[in-house]
């Protein structure tokens, strides 16, 4: 299985960006999947998550609002829009698998890295002021 993140880097406060992650070697149409980010210094935490058939999503607070978590289970994709940034939201982000294909999972679920088994090698964001 291969999760491969791009469309992070370096921009100004207020803009948007849209991450994607493109997903190989798994059924991508049966699976949730999550995205997190890791700040320096801190804990890997969670931003969004999509169920399986796309019709769930869930957000943390610190994005609700401001990001829109979709899927593309034909393209093998998943996207992040994130829009006013902010300088809190520079990190690392990644794209995550679910470990169990089509479940239905709460918003806590969602948040916990040992719900995912597969990761992609993350893309930079940073956010200026």
């Known amino acids: 299985v291969q999760l491969q993140a791009s469309g992070g880097g370096l921009v100004q406060a207020g803009v948007s960006l849209r991450l994607s992650c493109k997903a190989s070697g798994l059924s991508f149409p049966r699976y949730c999947m999550g995205w997190f980010r890791q700040a320096p210094g801190k804990e890997r935490a969670f931003v969004a998550g999509?169920?399986?058939?796309?019709?769930?999503?869930f957000y943390a607070d610190s994005v609700k609002g401001r990001s829109t978590i979709s899927r593309d289970n034909v393209a093998n994709t998943v996207n992040l829009l994130m829009n006013s940034l902010i300088p809190d939201d520079t990190a690392v982000y990644y794209c995550?698998?679910?470990?169990?294909?089509?479940?239905?999972?709460?918003?806590?679920?969602?948040?916990?890295?040992?719900?995912?088994?597969?990761w992609g090698q993350g893309t930079q964001v940073t956010v200026s002021s």
């Open positions: 999509i169920s399986w058939s796309g019709k769930y999503t």
């Open positions: 995550a698998s679910c470990r169990t294909p089509l479940a239905y999972f709460d918003s806590e679920t969602y948040s916990r890295t040992t719900t995912y088994d597969h």
